[in-house]
């Protein structure tokens, strides 16, 4: 069952197209991820679904809930884990959670958010005087104080070490066990792979593939791509292009001016005719 439903989401600053149509929807009880580089789109994605930029276009539905008409219903719905600049720096992770769960009308205890995040033993430390993965773990706690159906976690291993990624990926773990939904963002594949039911890969403000990671990874495994760029000039591409079409092992071929591009399940094969050909034609 969707408990999220986005459809052609458009966002641009000025010139700056951001998110340009993305469209997915996030089943409950999942780990839906958002991967891709830097200036993607990914938190300006995440911010139009949380309520906090509005979209140029398109459609945002929690459910029968939409932000023009129930926001404060969807507001009970989600928890959104704060920058961890935004943690109160002088209080202890106790009292930055009680703080928060003092402005819900029904609260997660304190005491099991700090075993969720693994805190218990710091709860009386300062926030200033916590490591940046313990800082992070009581971000994602913050998130979690109105015990929300739907989690929104952005990029919460962000420069952390290999071992204080791997206790926030525990977390999460642990809330898919909770039956909550969470939708991540990340720029680490192996994130993905490990945590995620799905997975939604974004490049220039566009999804460029959505599926499971099991799925990604075979399409990816099963295809490669290979690059041809022909320094003859056009009909050298041209040629090639045909010659290439004709080959067994091929599945598509793409060209742009001088460059081709090729898809094989079998580029062993598909580069040994390549060479011949290029080589029987004298083309560089
Ligand atoms: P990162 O991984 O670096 O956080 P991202 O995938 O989250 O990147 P966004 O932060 O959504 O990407 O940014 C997408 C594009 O929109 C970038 O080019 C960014 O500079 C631009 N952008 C985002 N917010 C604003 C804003 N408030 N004003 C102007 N441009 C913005």
């Not at 005087?129 to 009581?138: A, E, I, V, Y």
């Not at 104080?145 to 642990?174: K, Y």
Request: proline share 5%; net charge negative.
């Amino acid at each position: 069952m969707a408990v999220l439903e986005v459809k052609h989401l458009k966002k641009s600053f000025g010139t700056i197209h951001a998110v340009q149509d993305i469209s997915f929807s996030v089943n409950a009880s999942e780990v839906f991820t958002i991967i891709g580089p830097n200036g993607a789109g990914k938190t300006t994605t995440l911010e139009m679904i949380e309520g906090l930029v509005p979209p140029d276009q398109g459609k945002i539905t929690f459910g029968e809930l939409n932000w023009d008409k129930h926001a404060n219903k969807i507001k009970q719905k989600i928890g959104v884990q704060p920058q961890s600049s935004a943690l109160f720096d002088l209080l202890t992770p106790e009292e930055n959670l009680n703080l928060f769960s003092s402005f819900y009308k029904k609260a997660r205890p304190t005491e099991e958010i700090l075993e969720l995040i693994n805190l218990t033993d710091h709860r009386k430390n300062q926030v200033k005087k916590l490591s940046g993965g313990q800082r992070q773990r009581l971000a994602i706690g913050l998130a979690m104080v109105s015990d929300p159906e739907v989690i929104f976690l952005d990029e919460p291993t962000s420069g952390l070490d290999p071992q204080a990624r791997r206790n926030i990926w525990d977390i999460i773990l642990q809330l898919k066990e909770l039956d909550k939904t969470t939708i991540l963002t990340t720029h680490y594949m192996e994130e993905a792979e490990k945590l995620s039911d799905s997975v939604c890969i974004i490049d220039q403000g566009k999804i460029v593939a959505l599926d499971t990671p099991s799925a990604l990874i075979e399409k990816l495994t099963d295809e490669r791509e290979i690059r041809l760029s022909f320094l003859d000039g056009l009909a050298a591409a041209e040629d090639a292009n045909l010659f290439s079409e004709n080959l067994p092992s091929i599945t598509r071929t793409e060209r742009l001016e001088t460059l081709l591009k090729l898809w094989t399940p079998n580029p062993e094969d598909t580069l040994y005719d390549l060479f011949r050909f290029t080589k029987e034609r004298n083309f560089k």
